[in-house]
């Protein structure tokens, strides 16, 4: 994931609040060039070995951020050849939302990268 001091830089985020001291864990809301609509944002280091952005769409719960939306979120808070994945879990660990809100599609990649991902770089160089 890219750093905060470069995320928080980028002229698409229209406000955006560290709420944690670490660094672990902020969020805002984000106005994607082009867009009509803000998104909502969170952003979090889950157990130092997940990095996780959960992305909805500003005042409308009853909406999901599109494609593009999330590809445009991916490419803000990660680097372009940087692999991330949106992940459907097991019905007993979902994360069904905050306070009612179900409409929130959530992007995760490893700290440090998706493991196949590095073997087949490694066998490619090797």
Not at 3 to 29: L, P, V
């Amino acid at each position: 994931m890219k750093a905060f001091e470069k995320i928080k830089t980028d002229t698409q985020i229209q406000r955006i609040t560290m709420t944690d001291e670490s660094g672990n864990f902020f969020g805002g809301t984000l106005l994607i060039r082009g867009a009509k609509r803000a998104l909502n944002f969170v952003c979090s280091i889950d157990n130092g070995q997940w990095e996780h952005v959960s992305i909805s769409v500003a005042n409308e719960r009853r909406k999901l951020p599109t494609w593009d939306e999330m590809c445009a979120a991916k490419d803000l808070f990660w680097e372009k050849e940087e692999e991330v994945h949106q992940i459907h879990p097991k019905e007993s660990e979902y994360l069904h939302g905050i306070s009612g809100h179900t409409n929130i599609l959530h992007l995760w990649r490893p700290v440090g990268g998706w493991a196949e991902e590095e073997n087949y770089e490694k066998v490619k160089e090797g």
